[in-house]
């Protein structure tokens, strides 16, 4: 009875754990990526670079949670996919898509208001159930469609309300561009959810940690490379030097701003993992919906970006879209709980009666 609580007690304390370093690291990297630009950083490929490139931190992670069993006894293939196959259907394709969103998230971050970048890529969730309406035959229920609505409305209002939170120094050309690219960034994200879950049902075929794990580790080694090329290709390399030398709070600043946006997003990371390895990624889904609003509350005090009516408007219809959204999923994991579990129960009765039909005839 007392090891039994002791555990769940560990139990919680890993979920709170978890939580914390997904809601922190998300909050902080977003708030970071903001501050380089806001302070004289203007190379979005290093900024794109930031997210992406501290994916090495995850690697100690295989060896902290491979000794626990994996996170769902689904179906497990007994002939698994070459390394090259993966490499090449999986790997690259989703490398690809998430740099290419990284960087449309990048420009809008360098010409909108933090928190009008936050709630926009709120949509990437109806991109997502969009793309896997084609890819994943997603079915459109009343909750999908409720959450589809109510984040096309929120990105709509924060259209109507561009003319009031401009940000200084930015023109009417590169906020459109901003506002464009953040939502191009959020539809191309929706597709990496899609096409990974995709890639999951057809060639993983498991859902295993270190099968998660690979995912995102080698998808982000492809896409950080895909920067880098990005980054020498385009010349901006060259001015890095100078940019450090500008940079309003500093060279040794300028750097750990670089250096701590590249951490926090992979401690969101380790806390993302580990809540899908804990308990589920509905859950980890659910925790970043509680974490919508913290940006846009710190953005006030760092940013002193602009709350008004029609933003806090549009922040709520986000917080209502995420929980609908999470709510068809919550409803589509217990009925596949249910079918598993039935179907587990007909092939233990079939066995039995094997068993039993066996020992007559002997």
């Known amino acids: 009875m007392r090891g039994s609580r002791s555990k769940n007690y560990r139990w919680w304390l890993r979920i709170v754990l978890y939580t914390i370093f997904l809601l922190c690291g998300q909050s902080v990297a977003t708030i970071l990526g903001r501050l380089y630009f806001d302070k004289g950083g203007s190379s979005k490929w290093l900024a794109t670079l930031a997210q992406l490139g501290g994916f090495p931190i995850l690697i100690p992670c295989y060896s902290i949670f491979l000794r626990k069993s994996s996170i769902a006894n689904n179906i497990i293939d007994s002939n698994p996919p070459s390394f090259l196959k993966l490499l090449t259907l999986v790997y690259v394709p989703l490398g690809l ?8 998230y990048s420009v809008g971050l360098q010409y909108l208001p933090v928190s009008t970048v936050t709630l926009i890529t709120a949509s990437q969730l109806a991109f997502n159930a969009l793309f896997s309406y084609f890819l994943n035959s997603q079915k459109f229920t009343p909750c999908i469609i409720n959450s589809l609505v109510l984040l096309i409305i929120s990105s709509v209002l924060l259209v109507a309300n561009n003319h009031t939170e401009k940000p200084a120094g930015v023109s009417k050309g590169q906020y459109a561009a901003g506002f464009i690219c953040t939502i191009g960034g959020a539809a191309v994200y929706g597709l990496a959810l899609a096409s990974q879950q995709l890639a999951f049902r057809k060639l993983l075929k498991r859902e295993t940690f270190k099968v998660i794990l690979d995912v995102i580790v080698f998808q982000s080694l492809v896409a950080s490379c895909t920067i880098a090329v990005g980054l020498f290709a385009s010349g901006d390399w060259k001015g890095l030097k100078r940019e450090m030398e ?13 250096v701590w946006t590249a951490i926090s997003w992979q401690v969101f990371a380790i806390g993302t993992v580990g809540l899908i390895f804990e308990v589920s990624s509905l859950y980890s889904i659910a925790i970043g919906t509680v974490g919508l609003p913290i940006v846009p509350v710190l953005a006030v005090f760092v940013f002193h970006d602009k709350m008004d009516g029609i933003k806090g408007m549009s922040l709520v219809l986000a917080i209502w879209g995420f929980i609908s959204y999470v709510y068809q999923h919550y409803l589509d994991h217990q009925k596949s709980k249910i079918e598993n579990r039935i179907a587990t129960e007909i092939s233990e009765d079939c066995t039995l009666g094997e068993v039993i039909h066996s020992d007559n005839r002997a």
């Open 97 to 104: 898509l998430v740099a290419g969103s990284s960087f449309l």
């Open 246 to 258: 500008g940079y309003a709070l500093g060279k040794i600043s300028y750097v750990m701003t670089v």
